[in-house]
């Protein structure tokens, strides 16, 4: 009833920039935080960057400075705009949302499929 649709991966070159964008569908009342998750073949998944739904935002030591996360809540919509990427930011990345569906007095996590992002010269 509620799905979250990563799009905007592909291959770059280092030094290059991609900007992901996450769209929520189904019988959603609201958002409370959203967040982007990456996980590359073997690694453990991490978490790359979290935004409430007032626009507070957290990032992994990892990507701050060069990523940024923002949303559009008319659109139930969240965004990763990533600069200066490095063969290290390869990997499948996931959006998560705690969604509250029509009817609903409480929130779940959803997640996307995933979106493969290849950073490579």
């Known amino acids: 009833q509620v799905q979250l649709v990563e799009s905007g991966g592909g291959l770059v070159q280092p030094g290059g920039s991609l900007r992901l964008s996450c769209a929520a569908s189904?019988?959603?009342?609201?958002?409370?935080?959203m967040g982007w998750y990456r996980q590359a073949p073997g690694k453990q998944r991490e978490l790359v960057a979290s935004?409430?739904?007032?626009?507070?935002?957290n990032y992994a030591d990892s990507v701050r400075g060069r990523f940024t996360v923002s949303r559009d809540n008319a659109k139930n919509t969240v965004y990763l705009q990533m600069d200066n990427l490095k063969p290290e930011d390869t990997a499948v990345y996931y959006c998560?949302?705690?969604?509250?569906?029509?009817?609903?007095?409480?929130?779940?996590?959803?997640w996307g499929q995933g979106t493969q992002v290849t950073v490579s010269s």
């Open positions: 935004i409430t739904e007032s626009g507070s935002t």
């Open positions: 189904g019988t959603i009342a609201r958002i409370y935080g």
């Open positions: 998560s949302g705690a969604v509250v569906s029509v009817g609903w007095d409480y929130a779940r996590d959803s």
